[in-house]
């Protein structure tokens, strides 16, 4: 088992940058890909960005290229999304998760074993 806690969203002004963290513990965090998801109302939990166990690997959703930098400390047991830029159409709850198959960056929600409960961001326009 594995429990995840974020942290970090709030109400933002558009352009203005957030920093969400997420702590795991539990089983060992070097054990796992995590990812960072968003849903936003009246939509479908949407795939942001993951990084291999090792942090060499890195995958991001087109949306939000050049503007979010997914990373993780395993020393911490914590993976970070710095959010930079940020518009609008980036307000929704966010998630992190992790997925046992460590050594790739899986983009479906399906991958994942394990969420945290969110976090809320918003920006306002």
């Known amino acids: 088992q594995v429990q995840l806690v974020e942290s970090g969203g709030g109400l933002v002004q558009a352009g203005g940058s957030l920093r969400l963290s997420c702590t795991a513990s539990?089983?060992?965090?070097?054990?796992?890909?995590m990812g960072w998801f968003r849903q936003a109302p009246g939509k479908e939990r949407e795939f942001v960005a993951g990084?291999?166990?090792?942090?060499?690997?890195?995958n991001y959703a087109d949306s939000v290229k050049g503007r979010f930098t997914i990373s993780r400390d395993n020393a911490k047991n914590t993976v970070y999304l710095q959010m930079n830029s940020l518009n609008a159409e980036d307000t929704a709850v966010y998630y992190c998760?992790?997925?046992?198959?460590?050594?790739?960056?899986?983009?479906?929600?399906?991958?994942?074993?394990?969420w945290g409960q969110g976090t809320q961001v918003t920006v306002s326009s």
């Open positions: 990084v291999s166990w090792s942090g060499g690997n890195t």
């Open positions: 539990g089983r060992t965090f070097s054990s796992f890909a």
């Open positions: 998760a992790a997925d046992p198959a460590k050594w790739v960056v899986h983009v479906g929600a399906a991958s994942y074993d394990y």
